[in-house]
């Protein structure tokens, strides 16, 4: 199609400049012709001109002006020979001789109505008197549209002197003739031009017209960047092996919808949207892919992974550091995002944009605010490791499924006080399987069930051989669905002795319904003596209203904030924040993600409560001690 729109364009430009050039040729024709003409009646003029001076020599021998004076037969005799030239163009012939004054005066006049003999003539002196001085021819021109004048001048030379002048008149009306011959050819040209200007203005009009539907169908309306309808487009024509793909969430968008309304939302998604597109380039695409998600391809770079990463990192840390002023709220925001690096590595562009997609996941599900990357080795090797359901069922009956633990420590003393469970998978080969490689393809099913219930089991083993609090990881779907409960139940009521060295970490992530049910619920847990804890929260937009509703017991900080407080002035600040709120609350305050000394020396200087990360202690399948 683009190419038949090509060669369409080619053909009209073709004719225009063609009709173009014939118009303009008509009226260089026409001056051409003008100048033959003239050139041809000069020529004719010189050669009358010689033909009379030879005559005049023939019979004059000294100053023509005496011998004429005085031999009135010969002044006839050469009037007639002038005589003959004279016709429709060379109207005038006649000899001239400039006396002592200067003053011009008749010798022969060819004229059929002749001057008197020494008759005076007024002329232009300076081009008459330049054949005295120069001894040689000079052409009058007065060109006109309608016609054509000239005066063809030449000297009369006797012993070396100009004696006097032949001045030969001519005039045509030939080119006026000329022109209105050609006119009617150039006002077709003309008719065809204007003709070929409004048929280009229309289709010019219905361009931009089309350019405007076309642009409007590949726009979204709010945001102003890309759509989908774009990218079903770029799909068919983009060279992948020249991009890298981001793609983007912004964190929590759901609940500044709840707790500002929808205008609010829209305001934060178009001005995400313009800080994005300040970050990038004209050669990169910046596609609306969902609700708050964005998809980014971005033009690769010499070092195109380390660019990559950085406009990511870039994008990430303009987005968290800028208050969105929405009336006379300010909205603080974050992003998540998940990027993949070498999309030609990918059988298909959508198993590409899959693969960032997942990146994303991953992001979001490690607390948010961050940016997930992996390079083609680890994808492939993660599609090797990731396992079925099958394989899931075989490691619980074979007893493979096993729990990590990671110290939680007391920053005051720094005494470990807890550890946190952490499930993993043990493969046939002795490796260890991380838990994103399997529990998504457990979710939902009897194996998830079963799941819950061995770490549970794992977990109050733990404790009752070693009488130390663990925490264990669930989300909020676990406690509203009815199997899992009961089975959460029925391991408090089985192990009912060991419940007040256990902590049930509920992740922030989840959006919360149900909250009567939650509430509900979760306060039966607490009957047992069991804690509760909110896990990552601080990730994003953070949900204040939990603390109206939930039965809370400790705050675990989430390590996005935690990872940046000693770069990010934001990040120290909403900390401060939290620290400040959970104290007024009377809970529990958890730093997460205390991956370096300078960390913890933060964490330290704001006294929070407790502190978790691999600086401290990293995850064991025995219980570390400090």
Aim: glycine share 2%.
């Amino acid at each position: 199609m683009k190419q038949t729109n090509k060669i369409y364009i080619f053909l009209f430009v073709s004719i225009v400049i063609a009709i173009i050039y014939l118009f303009f040729a008509t009226h260089t024709i026409q001056q051409k012709l003008n100048r033959n003409i003239e050139t041809i009646l000069i020529q004719q003029a010189k050669s009358f001109a010689k033909n009379i001076d030879d005559e005049l020599h023939k019979y004059i021998h000294t100053d023509p002006y005496v011998e004429l004076k005085q031999n009135p037969p010969l002044r006839k005799h050469l009037e007639g020979t002038l005589n003959i030239i004279v016709n429709d163009f060379f109207k005038y012939v006649f000899v001239l001789y400039r006396d002592d004054a200067g003053v011009y005066r008749y010798l022969l006049d060819g004229s059929d109505e002749k001057a008197g003999f020494n008759q005076r003539l007024s002329v232009e002196k300076k081009y008459w008197n330049s054949v005295y001085t120069t001894k040689q021819a000079v052409t009058i021109k007065q060109s006109q549209l309608e016609s054509i004048w000239v005066t063809y001048l030449q000297p009369v030379i006797f012993d070396n002197q100009v004696k006097a002048v032949i001045a030969i008149d001519f005039s045509t009306k030939l080119p006026i003739s000329i022109y209105y011959a050609m006119e009617p050819l150039q006002n077709v040209f003309i008719y065809i031009f204007v003709s070929i200007a409004i048929l280009l203005l229309i289709l010019l009009y219905q361009t931009l017209l089309s350019f405007k539907n076309k642009k409007e169908s590949i726009t979204d309306a709010l945001t102003q960047t890309y759509n989908r309808t774009f990218l079903r487009e770029l799909v068919k024509e983009i060279d992948i092996a020249k991009y890298q793909i981001m793609m983007l969430d912004i964190d929590y968008f759901k609940q500044i919808n709840d707790n500002y309304g929808h205008k609010a939302g829209d305001f934060v998604l178009t001005k995400t949207a313009q800080i994005i597109s300040q970050q990038i380039r004209e050669d990169d695409y910046l596609i609306r892919y969902g609700g708050e998600e964005f998809l980014l391809f971005i033009k690769k770079g010499e070092n195109f992974e380390a660019s990559m990463l950085e406009i990511a990192e870039r994008i990430r840390k303009k987005i968290e550091n800028t208050s969105f002023e929405y009336e006379d709220k300010t909205i603080h925001i974050t992003v998540s995002i998940g990027v993949t690096n070498n999309p030609q590595h990918f059988k298909t562009l959508s198993l590409a944009i899959k693969h960032a997609d997942e990146m994303l996941y991953r992001a979001k599900r490690e607390g948010r605010n961050q940016v997930i990357s992996q390079d083609i080795k680890n994808i492939q090797k993660e599609h090797i490791q990731r396992k079925n359901i099958n394989e899931v069922k075989e490691a619980l009956e074979e007893d493979r499924i096993i729990c990590y633990f990671q110290a939680i420590v007391n920053v005051s003393d720094n005494k470990i006080i807890k550890h946190e469970a952490l499930a993993r998978m043990i493969d046939k080969d002795g490796s260890v399987v991380l838990p994103y490689l399997f529990l998504d393809t457990i979710a939902h099913t009897n194996i998830y069930n079963d799941f819950t219930k061995r770490i549970l089991e794992l977990v109050f083993e733990k404790i009752k051989s070693k009488k130390v609090a663990i925490s264990v990881n669930l989300n909020f779907s676990d406690i509203l669905e009815n199997t899992i409960y009961n089975i959460i139940l029925d391991e408090l009521q089985k192990h009912k002795a060991l419940t007040e060295w256990l902590t049930i970490e509920l992740l922030e992530y989840e959006i919360i319904q149900e909250t009567s049910l939650i509430q509900e619920r979760l306060l039966k847990i607490k009957s047992f003596g069991v804690k509760i804890a909110l896990d990552d929260f601080g990730s994003g937009f953070a949900n204040y209203s939990v603390f109206e509703t939930l039965p809370l017991d400790i705050l675990k900080i989430d390590g996005s904030l935690i990872k940046n407080i000693d770069t990010s002035e934001t990040s120290y600040k909403i900390t401060h924040s939290i620290i400040i709120l959970a104290r007024e609350l009377g809970i529990t305050a958890v730093a997460e993600f205390v991956h370096s000394k300078e960390i913890l020396q933060i964490v330290q200087e704001l006294k929070i409560d407790q502190a978790q990360g691999f600086y401290l202690a990293k995850p064991s399948p025995d219980l570390f001690t400090i």
